[in-house]
């Protein structure tokens, strides 16, 4: 008898335990993985890492403390070659292309069927990259778009908040004018009209988040 196929071993990281444990109990029952870790933080998820080197690690992207975002980065920066699979709601081209900066090698949107995850962890483990077809296409639509810089990016938050130019510029410690050149920046880039389409456009792409 031939010597059995090992297993593809799974860390899974998410901060609510009831999905952990949803995934954990759903995918273990596959004969071909082994969940051999799940951590409830990005932190855990690095500590996890060197612990483990799990062959594929299933990453929730947005978490309480470190997000999915930066514990990717971590692990990869440490471990080049570690594979990592975004597990999220966010499905804009923001995040995504942030995804793929991060290093990961999959991007599924929790909505994704069991069959799908399954296929994508296989596929992954093997050393394939996986970004279904519309989440290829958000990608592919994000690259040909202007970047917004750190300081663009404040203000569009402060702008989704409803605060006004003024308010803004006290907050950030800026002259007034300033606060409306970046404003100007940042409804070019987006290709908006005026500070209500840009809050609503950045929220629908993923560029930024209210929590």
Known sequence: MGAKPEKIRLMLVDDHFVVRAGLAG??????????LAECGSGEQAIEAYRMYRPDVVL????????????????????????RVVSFTVYEGEEDITRAV?????GYFPKS???????????????GEAVFPHPIAAK?????????????????????????????????????????????????????VLDRTQAATTALQRGIIHLE
């Open 26 to 35: 759903s995918l273990g029952l596959e004969p071909d993985i082994e969940v």
């Open 59 to 82: 990453m929730d992207w947005r978490m309480s403390g470190m997000s999915g975002v930066e514990a990717t980065a971590a692990i990869r920066r440490e471990f080049p070659d570690a």
């Open 101 to 105: 900066e991060a290093g990961v090698s």
């Open 112 to 126: 994704s069927s069991r069959q799908e995850i399954l296929a994508g962890i296989r596929a992954v483990a093997r």
């Open 139 to 191: 990608l592919a639509t994000g690259k040909t778009r202007g970047r917004l810089t750190e300081k663009e990016l404040i203000v569009l938050r402060e702008i989704a908040r409803g605060r006004s130019n003024k308010e803004i510029a006290a907050d950030l410690k800026l002259a007034e004018v300033t606060v409306k050149f970046y404003v100007g920046r940042i409804l070019e880039k987006l290709g």
